[in-house]
C-alpha cells in the first residue's frame, strides 16, 4: 500500500507466519530430517522468512540452500540493501548447512560470523541465491562457508564463514 502525507510517499509491506513452535518429533529427527521437512512445508518456516523475504529451496547432507528477494524495504540510509540482511541471509545458509550433518539429539548455535559484503544490492539486483557448505562436523565444533549470488547476473555479492557450537538437544 502507498500513501502520500506531508509530500512525502509511504509505502507498506505486510505478512503472515505461523506461530513458531518446535514440533515434539524434532527430538526424533537427524538434522537433515527436520530441514527436509521444512523445505516440503511439513514443518512451518520459522517467521524470520517472511518478514525479510528468503526460503530454503534446498537442503541436502552438508548443503542448505536459499533464496531470498531484494526490496526498498531492505534499504538502508545510503539507499541500498542493509548489510544485516546478507548477514542473516547467510547466517541462515551457514546454520542450515552444519544441521544438516547433525544426528538425532545433537543441536547447533553460532558462535562465529565472518561476512564479506563485495558489492552493494539494491531493490533492482533481483533474486539472490545463498548456498551454505560444511566444512567440518565434529562432536563439538562445526565451520562451514557460504555465498550471496545474484541469480540473474551470476555476481558475487557476500561470502561468509561460521563457527557453531555443537550440543546435546535438551
Not at 548477514?87 to 553460532?110: F, I, Q
Request: aromatic share 6%; glycine share 10%; with cysteine.
Amino acid at each position: 500500500m502507498t500513501t502520500t502525507s506531508q509530500n512525502r510517499q509511504t509505502t507498506s509491506r505486510t505478512h503472515s507466519w505461523v506461530p513458531p513452535t518446535v514440533p515434539a518429533e524434532v527430538a526424533e529427527l537427524s538434522g537433515l530430517e527436520f530441514l527436509e521437512r521444512l523445505v516440503d512445508g511439513r514443518i512451518a518456516p520459522p517467521p524470520i522468512t517472511g518478514t525479510l523475504g528468503f526460503r530454503m529451496t534446498r537442503v541436502e547432507r552438508g548443503l542448505a540452500v536459499f533464496v531470498g528477494e531484494t526490496g526498498e524495504h531492505l534499504y538502508n540510509p545510503l539507499g541500498s540493501v542493509h548489510g544485516g540482511y546478507l548477514a542473516t541471509l547467510l547466517d541462515s545458509a551457514l546454520g542450515c548447512a552444519v544441521m544438516s550433518e547433525l544426528p538425532v539429539g545433537r543441536a547447533y548455535t553460532t558462535v562465529q560470523l565472518n561476512v564479506n559484503m563485495v558489492r552493494p544490492v539494491f531493490a533492482g539486483t533481483g533474486p539472490l541465491r545463498c548456498e551454505g557448505r560444511t566444512l567440518h562436523v565434529g562432536r563439538t565444533v562445526a565451520t562451514a562457508q557460504a555465498q550471496v549470488v545474484g541469480e540473474e547476473d551470476g555476481k558475487l555479492y557476500a561470502h561468509a564463514t561460521t563457527t557453531c557450537a555443537v550440543f546435546p538437544m535438551r
